[in-house]
Nanobody
Framework: QVQLEESGGGLAQVGGSLRLSCAAS????????MGWYRQAPGRQRELVASMTNGGYTGDRTTNYADYVKGRFTISRDEAKNTVDLQMNSLKPEDTGVYYCNADGVTTRDRWGLEFWGKGTLVTVSS
């Protein structure tokens, strides 16, 4: 079984920064895509940022929601199965529960799996 553990959420001021970290553990052979999703109060969960596995070429594809482009940066360590989200210039509308996601997970005996973390709360206050 694969588990995702998030850390780094909390309270930030408008214009401030937070860094979220997520570590995947278990019998992992490969993770295709790791990313972060956000669920704001009263809204559905939505993609914030994701990054694919670089594979043999090292070429990774990143995706950002339009509303975080230029403010948030996703990074990933494939050897450690970790993904981080650096959040700068925070706005009140960035408030929500942030979930780590691992998709296209291959374990010792299964492939194509998807896992979610339990979420970490980010509150941006003015």
């Amino acid at each position: 079984q694969v588990q995702l553990e998030e850390s780094g959420g909390g309270l930030a001021q408008v214009g401030g920064s937070l860094r979220l970290s997520c570590a995947a553990s278990g019998s992992i052979f490969r993770i295709d895509t790791m990313g972060w999703y956000r669920q704001a109060p009263g809204r559905q969960r939505e993609l914030v940022a994701s990054m694919t596995n670089g594979g043999y070429t090292g070429d990774r594809t990143t995706n950002y929601a339009d509303y975080v482009k230029g403010r948030f940066t996703i990074s990933r360590d494939e050897a450690k199965n970790t993904v981080d989200l650096q959040m700068n210039s925070l706005k009140p509308e960035d408030t929500g529960v942030y979930y780590c996601n691992a998709d296209g997970v291959t374990t010792r005996d299964r492939w194509g799996l998807e896992f979610w973390g339990k979420g970490t709360l980010v509150t941006v206050s003015s």
